[in-house]
């Protein structure tokens, strides 16, 4: 599809959706957003001018997808061997699942900030440390000896549909891609994923999002094993680093591209404040672990006992974010007892 003339946004099936399934989807969601249960794609963004090809996110590295980007970029004069850029917003693997194969196909610069080119080391090169690190994670965080095993293997099951590939070029926000006639301002927002970054051209107004806003859902932004600090903290400023920005389209790579960015921003931001408010009357006064408040949180979803170990997870490792900012806040102290982390009111 057309954004304007230069910029396309195409789409790549998630594994478990053939490409026209995951197209009726993008119509559907579209004219009745609403939640979904997983994502049915991601949405790439080609910018074309001249010789120069970039591409902006890709999918998952399986078949159905790959057809789906040669199709797309086919639709509009051009072809994945023709890729000069290939700018990952961030190394989710269905962001940047293909980007190996792409990689060899074109010979393109692979661009990736920083931050999360040290999160490929050990998420996709050295997964066995991981699952370890992991699993003493889940442990002082509360979760039950018994289930573990099981959530500690989290993403494991995905490897198979990501090629690796280390980047060309490593950014740190504030650098400029050049395609032809467009200047691309990388712009670091991390909070989803250590080193997200957004993509910003002001001459045309045009804001590539990843996954840092999406128009009706909020990205999941978690503490897990390799990460530190507070990553919703660095979401929020993150969001504030683009308020002010002059857009008139907000290209998101999930759900469909919008138009209006202060609005959506300010939206986001009252979810977390609801979310902050409900999270700390889960915590008890004598002190909780992040398990017992996430059993306690309602979820779009349900309830933490009904998930899907890998949906356990990531509920667990979002309620630590929250948690920590509390935290970071003022809100809520952490003691260490024995072998477990309580979070109590200050
Ligand atoms: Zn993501
Ligand atoms: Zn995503």
């Not at 979904?36 to 890709?58: A, E, F, I, N, R």
């Amino acid at each position: 599809m057309q954004i304007l003339e230069g910029i396309y946004q195409l789409l790549t099936p998630f594994p478990q959706f053939t490409f026209e399934d995951a197209k009726a989807l993008r119509h559907q969601l579209e004219e009745h957003p609403r939640v979904t249960k997983g994502l049915p794609y991601v949405l790439p963004y080609m910018v074309k001018d001249g010789d120069d090809v970039l591409l902006v996110d890709c999918g998952w590295n399986t078949d159905g997808a790959f057809s789906a980007l040669e199709e797309g970029m086919k639709e509009h004069g051009s072809h994945p061997g023709a890729i000069t850029q290939l700018v990952i917003t961030h190394v989710h693997p269905d962001h940047y699942g293909m980007a190996g194969r792409l990689k060899r196909m074109s010979d393109c610069d692979v661009v990736i900030h920083e931050k999360d080119t040290a999160v490929i080391n050990d998420r996709y090169f050295a997964p066995k440390s991981l699952t370890d690190e992991m699993g003493r994670f889940m442990n002082l965080n509360g979760v039950p000896p018994i289930e573990t095993p099981q959530m500690a293997q989290g993403s494991m099951p995905m490897i198979d549909k990501v090629a690796a590939v280390p980047p060309d070029t490593q950014v740190k926000g504030g650098e400029t891609i050049k395609v032809g006639k467009f200047d691309f301002e990388i712009i670091w927002t991390p909070g989803h994923s250590p080193g997200h970054i957004c993509l910003y051209e002001p001459n045309y107004k045009v804001l590539l999002t990843g996954d840092h806003i999406l128009p009706t859902i909020t990205p999941n932004v978690s503490i897990h094993a390799q990460t530190h600090g507070s990553p919703l903290g660095d979401y929020m400023r993150s969001l504030e680093k683009l308020i002010d920005l002059d857009v008139k389209y907000v290209l998101p790579a999930h759900e469909f591209d919008t138009k209006d960015l202060k609005k959506r921003i300010r939206e986001i931001e009252e979810h977390h404040v609801v979310r902050l408010d409900e999270m700390y009357n889960c915590v008890d006064r004598g002190g909780s672990t992040a398990w017992d408040v996430a059993g306690r949180v309602k979820w779009a979803t349900g309830m933490l006992a009904d998930f899907e170990p890998f949906m356990q997870r990531a509920a667990v490792g979002e309620t630590i974010a929250h948690l920590e900012y509390m935290f970071e806040t003022g809100r809520l102290a952490k003691v260490r007892r024995g072998e477990q982390l309580f979070w109590l009111p200050v």
